[in-house]
């Protein structure tokens, strides 16, 4: 029996890539999704997906459909989940793996996607979308969590530069509840990869609070040393 013998033996199906794709705008968690232009669900809220192409992996796909909605690249994504229950899609037989990532709200392209009938959406106010694609913004918000407390991975979501205000309003929206400032405060401080920097942001107050920086390169080393990250 040939190769080609036994695969036609079995049932083709699409393998989609949907990804959930989050932004803070200093107060709250955000949302990236889309106005569906066709059937089925057309004028729906949706997550930005596309079919896999023939010619790369599942994280390059999920990569060209991020870039195609923001016009950014290099940016942190994740591998979620993979959706299979038999109608999800109820035109063809549709196995979606879902990826997360975390962008700056002011660095991605605007104009582009705006002609994808692009829109943020506060993640505690997000409208109903099509098909699963509930199910898997909660799996992404779980799963944003508990990495968030390991990994310092909500940098991602914040400009190169920040207060410790602004670093303490995203996380507590991320966790959605509020956090005690002193304990955050002193956390934070003990850990030498959070640089602060010689100027303040005096946009709040007359006082001020000073900027910091996440150092990449010295948190590394730190990890290698056998430091951790945890905000628990």
Not at 60 to 79: D, F, N, S, W
Not at 116 to 137: E, G, T, Y
Not at 170 to 184: C, G, S, T, V
Request: net charge neutral.
């Amino acid at each position: 029996m040939t190769t080609d013998i036994v695969y036609d033996q079995h049932e083709k199906h699409f393998v989609a890539l949907d990804c959930i794709i989050f932004g803070f705008d200093q107060q709250e968690l955000q949302l990236l999704l889309i106005k569906r232009g066709f059937e089925p669900e057309k004028g729906n809220w949706s997550l930005m997906g596309g079919f896999l192409k023939s010619d790369e992996s599942v994280d390059e796909g999920a990569e060209r459909i991020l870039e195609t909605l923001t016009g950014l690249t290099g940016v942190y994504m994740e591998q979620l989940y993979a959706y299979g229950e038999v109608r999800r899609d109820p035109v063809a037989r549709t196995i979606s793996i879902a990826y997360y990532a975390l962008i700056r709200t002011d660095q991605y392209n605007k104009e582009l996607a705006d002609s994808h009938n692009a829109q943020w959406f506060p993640v505690s106010r997000k409208p109903a979308l099509i098909f699963d694609h509930n199910v898997m913004v909660e799996k992404a918000l779980a799963r944003l969590r508990r990495r968030a407390r390991i990994q310092p991975i909500g940098f991602e979501l914040l400009p190169e530069k920040f207060t410790i205000p602004q670093l303490r309003s995203l996380y507590e929206a991320i966790n959605n509840q509020p956090l005690d400032h002193r304990n955050f405060s002193k956390r934070l401080n003990s850990m030498e990869w959070l640089v602060k920097l010689n100027e303040k942001d005096k946009t709040s107050s007359r006082k001020g609070a000073f900027y910091y920086q996440f150092d990449e390169d010295l948190y590394q080393k730190l990890v290698q040393e056998g430091s951790s990250f945890a905000l628990k």
